[in-house]
């Protein structure tokens, strides 16, 4: 079968840096995609990973481990704003992305 | 770039009624839409990939007649629940996928439809 896993809720205080880890399983793979999801909105694309290794955009890293089915995503300076869920989506072999039901991430000050 | 539009954004209507969603891609083209549905505090559920020009795919446990998919455009597909019921309420949510390039979904916004 396909799954992720992911921690349901980490706490970060703000300022500090934060790494919130998938581990995946899936029939095939196109590559993995993170996405940011605000309480009562939709996901907003945060990145993609395809070969191994770190990607970095600005406040946000992306790391992939293919051959551990391994993905992190790497906050740092965490601001308020960043409080949200976070959804670790692999993209399988028919080019569906899998979803699960991603970190919840609450920033204290 | 890459914005997806989604209208209504919130929708209330009585049991029985037909509701409509349409799906924009504002600047790009989009060969391909998916629409999700996402009910509180839980993972987002694909109902069912719509292409260009063909009949939609709809995910198993879709009832591809209460839930009609037209995607008559490379920007534009729309969703209409048919004689909705209570249990329909929910966030609706469609993606696009450019076409060529990384397989990126962006999403619009979403609809809340809350059936009475």
């Known amino acids: 079968g396909q799954n992720i896993d992911q921690p349901t809720e980490m706490t970060a205080t703000e300022g500090a840096i934060v790494q919130i880890n998938c581990t995946y399983q899936?029939?095939?793979?196109?590559?993995l995609f993170w996405y940011q999801q605000h309480a009562g909105e939709a996901p907003t694309f945060l990145s993609y990973n395809v070969l191994d290794g770190l990607e970095e955009k600005g406040r946000f890293s992306s790391f992939l481990s293919r051959s551990k089915g391994y993905s992190y995503l790497l906050l740092k300076e965490l601001q308020m704003k960043d409080s949200a869920s976070y959804l670790c989506a692999p993209m399988d072999s028919n080019y569906q992305l899998i979803w699960g039901a991603g970190t919840k991430l609450i920033i204290k000050p | 770039g890459a914005v997806v539009s989604q209208h209504p954004s919130w929708v209330i209507c009585k049991s029985g009624t037909s509701v409509k969603i349409e799906c924009r891609s504002l600047d790009f083209q989009a060969t391909t839409m998916f629409w999700y549905r996402q009910f509180p505090k839980q993972s987002l559920m694909l109902m069912a990939t719509s292409n260009e020009g063909s009949k939609a795919t709809y995910e198993q446990g879709v009832e591809k007649d209460k839930f009609l998919i037209n995607h008559a455009s490379l920007t534009l597909s729309t969703l209409t629940v048919t004689s909705a019921h209570p249990e329909d309420s929910s966030f609706y949510i469609c993606?696009?996928?450019?076409?060529?390039?990384?397989?990126?979904?962006?999403f619009g916004p979403g609809t809340r439809l809350l059936v009475l």
């Open positions: 899936t029939s095939g793979f196109n590559g």
């Open positions: 993606s696009a996928r450019l076409a060529g390039g990384v397989e990126t979904q962006y």
